[in-house]
């Protein structure tokens, strides 16, 4: 290897000149070869092309200056080459006299070495395939090349040497051009501060150092072979990768596909580590860097204008890269090199996701992103409206109509989305690939005025910065941000009117929910309709005027994507908010119609497409979130993550029927009946309410050899025939043909409606009386009493009723007086859902015979059951099986245990006494401001409202509860009508509901009574 003394040297030294039949003499003489000579164009050597019969060969006369331990370094890296990786294209060296590979002829030293066939790789056209596999190629060299030693590798001073860059510094001072100079000095610079300290910690190996496009031998899309080992030293490892990158950069069209290609093909042979692939840019642009500083200073000392032009051949088209590479920027190429090879664009990347899990933003406008309306925008090209951006105020006037059209308080803008209409100017042209930028790195929200941005996370200012370019940000705001002990990272706001953001500063703290900007007018914002385009960042590569980029060219969209990861981590969009559905609600009534029966009913005059739900939310078909009021069967939320857990990992490994032994039959059994008191103590199980209530007739009916019930007025229990036969609500309205001769109906206990207008125990015992009635008049027409008395513990369908104190145990009293049997229906009151009690039986102070309940025991999975007494199980098998083939299987057993892990764990109980009483307390608050509201009632999270046109004659106002449940259906709350005469409102939430889903529901609620008593109905 050569000091920038020696090597001036041997290029000082007159090279060899031997004549063609002196060099075939050589060749013969010393290694015993023969054939045509044709000579090789060499600077400080000659070397000769020897074609023989048997193979070509290169004859290689040193120049006299030569260390001729240098090339001893250069065989032996051929021969350990040879030896790990015989199948990679480099010379091998020959033999000559006795083994030996070097010798002295005159002044100079010979060797010989197999010639490689093809063409020279930088005048030859150049394929994606060919630079992949030159990534390949020399991955393999770097791999061959570990372990491998040599004194001769150890040259610190040789002017090349990359480790040394900063040696050649002096040199950009003879640089003519002013901005040339600059440019080189900015390199240096960073490479002094960013990547020196950094190179310390990396690996050193002896490498090539200089696989430029004329040391390597191509044939077609691939590398033949590598040549030239005259610049082999132990440097830096991945300075291999580096001075490759830089010569395969010069000058391409397709920067980013032709570096990608290569990085990720070295890689993918030899991998490299993160703080390698963090400076591999740096480290490129620095060999074409030094490539410069040395031709400027070798120029000075040029012996003709013809060795002048020779040397500077490659300085126009490096400084033309350095100056690419400066505009596309050093930090994001680190995220770009880290990306191709192998690792996330950022470091930051996974941590920062996972630190985003389950935070949950302040809104960031005066309305509820979630909730409210929306309707997608494409901004492709060819798309509806696209015709329009280039002008502002038709763009404005037709993203109103369109918001209009479509019944939308605002529009989103994908992120990632391709926006092929946004052809513009130069502006958008990309910089590293032939495609202008087009993708978008941020969500879009688009309204149809200027609206006021909340920050949705604590943090601080970083930048403010105001650009009032055609078609640019306009303002734009970027804050910083820290969760616990996540990485640091940014939210950018564009578009926003610059005087507003006037009360902040860079450092300036931000709480989640402070006022940050409000949005700029056409005028301001780069002549774009109003909109917030919100953008997330997890590194700002080092961009500190705030002029960050919002679009990329999808060449680069996967390393983008990880720099500026989805801004929906913090929105929280559901995934169908971001694709347009694939038919309209109109579309599935039409296909619906055709293929369920139309008994079937649709909730809503609006009908709803639900796609998704999520805790105490469902989700429509644009992603809007319904706040749901109604789903008791969704007793722990919907798709809660324990129980869908539970399915699925059960699921996979066994579902049988329960002929056969397993677990988790008696552990569910055993935990259910725990929970219930004496003595009820063996279970049942079934696939629903309406099954548990039929086998809970059954049982009294074996039980007592009887076969009439006495229900309670307007009760529910089912949808068999045996259940609709004993469930007024059903039977006795539209399409029920009256009640069945073994059916008795007792007065319904209403405390509002009622004869008995308050729940004392009076009026409880009071109400019970008509079962006396019943009774009576059951015995004189059959001889004999009930089999039963089947009652839902509150009143649901009913209305929501909550009977007075000592209903129930007078009622069962007097049934068991006659011989019956006390069945407790907690299909929508059990599991906890009253909060006092796990029953609602329990708040009556009764002890039933049989229980029965329903598919909340499976969070909405088809399971239920019946608990009874050890002595009614008994009698009841009296040699007639009773066999359910999916009752109690092993998923719905562990589905149901899951569902009883969340509301014992997540204290579910204790939420409904805290989040019912609020919601009661404020339904009660809002009867001072709407005389409609004659009573609120409920228990824990079974809560309603009655309406009535009149408090005093209490005439109910069915059509103002459906007005009113329509309202809140538009405004993202889903609610119901029950009662007799559907004039209640019927609160029965997923368990989950806590307050702040409370406080969404009464202010909705309050804001659907002064809607109706503004419009009427």
Known sequence: MHTESTLMEVFESTPPSYSPDELAKIANDYFGKTGTIKTLVSERDQNARLITGNGDYVLKIANRAEDPEVLEFQNAVLNHIAELDPSLAVPAVIKGAAGQEIFKHGENYVRLITFLKGDIFGDSKKSLNLYGDLGHFMGRFSKAMQGFGHVKAHQPDFLWNLDAALNVRDYADEIEDDENRKLIQTYFDRYQNFVLPRLKKMRSAVIHSDANNYNLVISGDKINGLIDFGDMLFAKQVNELAITLGYAMMDVDDFFAVTRALISGYTQEFRLTEDELEVLFDLASMRLVMSVCISTHRAKKASSDEHRDYLLVTQAPALRTLKRIDKIGLPFLSAFARKAGGYRATRQYDVLVKSLENVNGHNMFDFDLQSEPRVLFDNRSGAEGTEFIQDGQKHAAWVKGFLDRNAARYGIGNYGENRTSFIFDSGFDGVGSPEPRTTHLAIDIWLRGPEKIYAPLDGKVASITSNDLPFDYGTVLILSHKIDDGPEFYTLYGHLNRQSTDHLKPGDQVKAGDYIATLGEIHENGGWTPHLHFQLISDLLEIEDGN?????????????????????????????????????????????????????????????????????????????????CVNNITHVGHCNPHVVNALCEQAAKLNTNSRYLYDGINKLAARVTNTMPD???????????????????????????????????????????????????????????????????????????????????????????????????????????????????????????????????????????????????????????????????????????????????????????????????????????????????????????????????????????????????????????????????????????????????????????????????????????????????????????????ADIFLSKLEKAFIRLKNEGI
Not at 555 to 570: G, H, T
Not at 593 to 601: E, G, I, T, Y
Not at 730 to 758: L, M, S, V
């Open 548 to 628: 960050y980029p919002g679009i990329c060219s999808p060449a680069v969209w996967d390393v983008w994507q990880e720099i500026c990861p989805d801004p929906n981590l913090i929105l929280g969009f559901i995934p169908e908010s971001f694709k347009k559905p694939d038919q309209t609600v109109n579309d599935m009534m039409d296909a619906r119609r055709k293929v369920l029966a139309p008994s079937l009913s649709v909730a809503y005059k609006k009908h709803l497409h639900i796609v998704r739900g999520k805790g105490a939310y469902l989700f429509d078909a644009s992603g809007r979130a319904f706040l749901d």
């Open 679 to 997: 003595p009820l103590s063996v279970m049942f199980f079934t696939n629903s309410g309406s099954e548990a209530n039929e086998l809970a007739l059954r049982l009294a009916r074996h039980y007592t050899n009887r076969k009439t019930t006495v229900v309670v007025d307007w009760g529910y229990h089912g949808n068999t025939n045996a259940t609709v036969e004993i469930s007024p609500y059903k039977f006795n309205r539209k399409g029920g043909t009256g009640r069945p001769d073994n059916t008795r109906i007792a007065e319904f206990p209403d405390p509002y409606q009622g004869r008995f207008n308050d729940y004392s125990e009076k009026s409880g015992q009071g109400y019970a009386a008509d079962i006396d009635v019943q009774i009576a008049d059951l015995v004189q027409k059959t001889g004999q009493g009930p089999a039963a008395f089947i009652a839902e513990s509150i009143a649901g369908v009913g209305g929501q009723v909550v009977y007075p104190d000592g209903y129930l145990k007078a009622a069962y009293e007097k049934i068991r007086a006659a011989g019956g049997l006390c069945i407790a229906d907690e299909v929508q009151t059990g599991f906890g859902r009253i909060g006092e009690h796990m029953w609602a039986f329990e708040r009556q102070g009764v002890v039933p015979d049989i229980v029965t309940f329903g598919k909340p025991f499976g969070n909405g999975h088809p399971m239920a059951g019946v608990v009874t007494t050890r002595e009614i199980a008994d009698k009841f098998a009296n040699g007639m099986e009773y066999f359910n083939s999916f009752g109690g299987n092993p998923v719905s057993c562990a589905i149901g245990m899951a569902v009883l892990d969340v509301v014992e764990g997540e204290g579910l109980m204790e939420k409904a006494i805290e989040t019912g009483n609020h919601i009661i307390d404020g339904m009660r608050d809002m009867m001072d401001r709407f005389p409609l509201i004659g009573h609120v009632r409920g228990c824990g999270m079974f809560f309603g409202a009655e309406l009535v046109k009149d408090r005093d004659t209490k005439e109910r106002a069915p059509a103002e509860a459906s007005a009113i449940v329509q309202f809140l259906r538009e405004d993202g709350v889903l609610f119901s009508t029950d009662g007799p005469y559907d004039n209640v409102l019927k609160g029965k939430p997923p368990m989950v509901f806590g307050m702040r889903e």
